[in-house]
């Protein structure tokens, strides 16, 4: 198994930025993608950003892609997901989970372990 844990919710204004963390544990050796989802209120989960462990490769929604960027420290079993330029649509639930095929990063369903979530909160 792998235990994710999440850090770097908050609440902040609109055009103010944010750093998650997620920090890997356990079976880390398996995972070939970790991504990063959000789930608003009444909404679908959705996809916002995944990279892979291996050589780096990401890839952003339309979304926030110019305003957020992953990125990942392989030795601390760490993604960062850095929220630049924050919209209040922005607020929702974040949650990291890892994957074993970074091909089908984009869909939730293909991801094997979860994160707690943190919340993110933009005031307009």
């Known amino acids: 198994q792998v235990q994710l844990v999440e850090s770097g919710g908050g609440l902040v204004q609109a055009g103010d930025s944010l750093r998650l963390s997620c920090a890997a544990s356990?079976?880390?050796?398996?995972?070939?993608?970790m991504g990063w989802f959000r789930q608003a209120p009444g909404k679908e989960r959705e996809f916002v950003a995944a990279?892979?462990?291996?050589?780096?490769?990401?890839d952003y929604a339309d979304s926030v892609k110019g305003r957020f960027t992953i990125s990942r420290d392989n030795a601390k079993n760490t993604v960062y997901l850095q929220m630049n330029s924050l919209k209040p649509e922005d607020t929702a639930v974040y949650y990291c989970?890892?994957?074993?095929?970074?091909?089908?990063?984009?869909?939730?369903?293909?991801?094997?372990?979860w994160g707690q979530g943190t919340q993110v909160t933009v005031s307009s």
């Open positions: 989970a890892t994957g074993e095929n970074y091909v089908l990063r984009r869909i939730g369903r293909y991801y094997n372990y």
């Open positions: 990279i892979k462990w291996s050589g780096g490769s990401t």
């Open positions: 356990g079976r880390t050796f398996s995972i070939d993608a």
